[in-house]
């Protein structure tokens, strides 16, 4: 058994530079398929975090004839006296804050030019407006009373070229289907990295939103972060009360969850096809390495080796190929996702102009124990697999042709 | 006793359409302890007829016997098993594991054949000695001349004490000195250890050492003679 370990060993060590590449080949695909799985896990938590603290909340209740798609304003549509009930919804044991917010269409006009904004009247002092209070990069946040300020986020401050203190003119449909307008001194420019959803959010203290679009004393929802998600079921079930609907964060990011649904079903194809070119490669070397030693294989077979014995002398021989492979993928591809999972990978989203998804600025890696083992394993059951063909070719060889061959 | 019969064998070869006839139905008994030299030009099936009683291949028709055993019908595992032990091979190229050293090559029958590690080394120093390569144990096959690598291949054969060597113009590739000392260790170990020797050659400074030349003409015996 060692010896044939030896034996093996050493016959990679024949071409070591054919060796080298092979094994770096699988190393390079185990690199890039780790990778990949940290990449995409890291865009998922950061898509599906960042979406449910700036935009989706654990939780939503809305009244159950608010559609969200038409930023509805109509009285009906509308909660009422929406501090009281995101007060008792506050008191519920795993809510972490409870906030009701009012949505807008709008207008932000300077002298030189405008863009299309979404309008939310938040409260400045709740827990649930801490990312956008967190965010600001010049200026300062907005006050609860607050009556001519707004806060805008850095992309769109660069684009219309504003700064804090900065007067604009915002422009918002109103309850009774009008516009209202007003001017609006810039209070603060925040950021909260997420470019697609700073370029299109401005802020307002709930009580001046109110006003200004005529909605008196009511909101569009009530915005809940729960102390842990796998509670959201469970707060669902006691949120139930006629005439409002209970959102929870899958259903107000159905797209980016089936995105992710489809993403991970087209990575496992990805990761065959990867797989399968490293594997020619393998079975190439391999195929090369037994015509090469058609000769050595008869003399062997002439001195009594049964073919079950060739058959394991080669698929030691890919074994030894992997496991190299393997360590250098581990070691090329853990350099990498430790990297980026440091320092993330930048990534352009203005490019991604999907409404309602929402990704970072720049991706955090992360490759978690249970990607990592799978793919390692199954990284190594390709390149064994690739072993067995020409191991087989090898076993199969009557000595007498075996022999007879030029080498 | 009789090592090895063959009783009426025949030998085709078929490539495409075109069937070649290697044998036509030799008969030929080889006793124990015979040095026994094939003779015959090209193409007369000196080869062949090594392969088949090398277990190296099946005839298409007749009878192999090894050791009172018949082996014509056996399939590659069972004739690999037959070999392993029973039967030794010189090539006429050097045929060594390169990356194995002399004393690795050596050790490679004694391994399938199951020996422990201490019986390895006793038998390996004894045959390194007596085909006079006692000092290039270590040597991996380039590190040896021709004629080094040829005696490394008969002490390859004789490891595991096999009944019959089989050798296939083992002088071919080498010079006429280095010829005459592979020629000379053969004759000395089959006169010490008994080992019968059967070897295909057209090299008349080879035939010499023979005590029995069988000579084959188109797939026949055409002459069976003793030699004082």
């Known amino acids: ?407 | 006793m009789e090592v090895a019969k063959v009783e009426n064998v025949t030998r085709i070869y078929t490539v495409g359409k075109v069937e070649t006839q290697a044998l036509r139905g030799v008969s030929l008994a080889i006793e124990s302890g015979e040095f026994t030299a094939l003779v015959g030009p090209s193409g007369s099936g000196k080869t062949t007829l090594l392969q088949l009683l090398g277990c190296l291949d099946r005839p298409t028709g007749g009878r192999v016997i090894i050791n009172g055993k018949d082996v014509s019908q056996l399939n590659r595992d069972q004739r690999a098993d037959m070999r392993r032990g029973t039967i030794g091979f010189i090539f006429q190229f050097f045929a060594l594991i390169p990356t194995l050293t002399a004393y690795e090559n050596i050790e490679m029958p004694l391994l399938l054949n199951g020996h422990t590690a201490a019986e390895r080394q006793a038998r390996i120093s004894e045959l390194l000695d007596a085909v006079g390569l006692g000092d290039r144990g270590a040597s991996r096959p380039d590190q040896l001349s021709g004629g080094q690598q040829q005696r490394v291949a008969i002490a390859r054969a004789l490891a595991s004490k096999p009944s019959l060597i089989l050798a296939d113009e083992p002088t071919a590739n080498l010079d006429t000195p280095n010829g005459q000392q592979v020629m000379e260790t053969m004759t000395r170990l089959n006169k010490e250890t008994g080992v019968t020797f059967v070897f295909a050659t057209h090299d008349p400074r080879v035939i010499q050492y023979a005590r029995r030349i069988v000579t084959l003409r188109d797939g026949l015996v055409a002459e069976d003679k003793a030699v004082k």
């Open chain 1, 1 to 407: 058994m060692i010896q044939m370990l030896k034996l093996a060993f050493r016959n990679l060590g024949r071409n070591r530079r054919r060796t080298f590449f092979s094994a770096l080949a699988m190393g390079l695909a185990l690199a890039l398929l780790l990778f990949m799985a940290a990449f995409i896990q890291g865009e998922v938590g950061s898509a599906v975090e960042a979406s449910i603290q700036l935009q989706s909340g654990h939780l939503q209740v809305r009244t159950a004839s608010y559609d969200e798609a038409k930023t509805s304003l109509k009285w009906e549509d509308l909660i009422e006296s929406p501090e009281q009930v995101a007060g008792q919804i506050a008191s519920i044991g795993p809510v972490a804050a409870a906030t009701p917010r009012l949505y807008a269409s709008g207008f932000l006009t300077t002298r030189n030019e405008s863009a299309g904004v979404r309008v939310v009247g938040i409260d400045p002092t709740s827990d649930a407006s801490a990312p956008f209070r967190m965010g600001v990069l010049d200026g300062a946040f907005l006050a609860p009373d607050d009556r001519e300020g707004v806060l805008i986020g850095a992309p769109l401050a660069n684009r219309l070229d504003l700064s804090a203190g900065d007067s604009v003119s915002l422009s918002v449909n109103t309850s009774d289907g009008d516009v209202a307008e007003q001017a609006f001194t810039i209070r603060g420019i925040y950021s909260t990295k997420t470019s697609s959803f700073d370029s299109v959010t401005v802020f307002l203290p709930l009580a001046k939103a109110q006003v200004l679009t005529g909605a008196q004393d009511r909101a569009s929802t009530i915005f809940v972060l729960l102390k842990d998600t796998a509670q959201t079921e469970a707060v669902v079930a006691s949120l139930q009360a006629p005439g409002f609907q209970v959102l929870t964060w899958r259903d107000l990011n159905k797209l980016l969850i089936q995105t992710e649904e489809l993403a991970s079903s087209y990575m496992a194809y990805f990761y065959l096809i990867v797989l399968a070119i490293a594997a020619t490669v393998i079975v190439n070397t391999q195929i090369m390495s037994v015509y090469e030693r058609t000769r050595e294989i008869g003399i062997l077979s002439a001195l009594g080796m049964r073919g079950r014995r060739l058959l394991a002398l080669f698929l030691t021989e890919s074994g030894f190929l992997a496991l190299a492979g393997i360590l250098l993928g581990l070691v090329v591809g853990g350099a990498f996702v430790a990297y980026f999972t440091r320092y993330g990978v930048p990534i352009d989203v203005s490019q991604f102009g999907v409404t309602g998804m929402l990704f970072s600025d720049r991706i955090y890696t992360e490759l978690t124990a249970k990607d990592a083992i799978q793919l390692t394993v199954m990284t190594l059951i390709v390149t064994l697999l690739a072993g067995v063909y020409p191991a087989v070719l090898a076993a199969r060889m009557e000595p007498v042709a075996a022999l007879r061959a030029e080498k």
